[in-house]
Nanobody, 121 residues
Framework: QVRLVESGGGLVEPGGSLRLSCAAS????????MAWYRQAPEKQRELVAS???????NYTDSVKGRFTISRDNAKNTVYLQMNSLKPEDTAVYYC???????????????WGQGTQVTVSS
């Protein structure tokens, strides 16, 4: 079993920045996929950004140019740097990881508990 612990959410004014962190309780293998999702009230959960390697990242169109996903494999941690935040970014942000126990084994999906991000003046 792997635990994902998120931190860094909070209240920020429009145009501000936040950095979310997600620490895994076990070593993450190179190539394991880690991602951030978000869910706003009365909306479906959506993929915000994902990272497999440092050069293999994906973003939903609404955050391109404003958010940056990165990972530190030595710390088993994935980050989401969020700049130029807008009220429509308000949501609960969830960390997701598709992790293998060892190279060649199957991927298992894990979720964090979520962290609230509120963008408001």
């Amino acid at each position: 079993q792997v635990r994902l612990v998120e931190s860094g959410g909070g209240l920020v004014e429009p145009g501000g920045s936040l950095r979310l962190s997600c620490a895994a309780s076990r070593h993450i293998l190179s190539g394991d996929r880690m991602a951030w999702y978000r869910q706003a009230p009365e909306k479906q959960r959506e993929l915000v950004a994902s990272i497999t390697t440092d050069i293999d990242t994906n973003y939903t169109d609404s955050v391109k140019g404003r958010f940056t996903i990165s990972r530190d494999n030595a710390k088993n941690t994935v980050y989401l740097q969020m700049n130029s935040l807008k009220p429509e970014d308000t949501a609960v942000y969830y960390c997701n990881a598709a992790i293998r126990r060892y190279y060649g084994s199957s991927y298992i999906d894990y979720w964090g508990q979520g962290t609230q991000v509120t963008v408001s003046s």
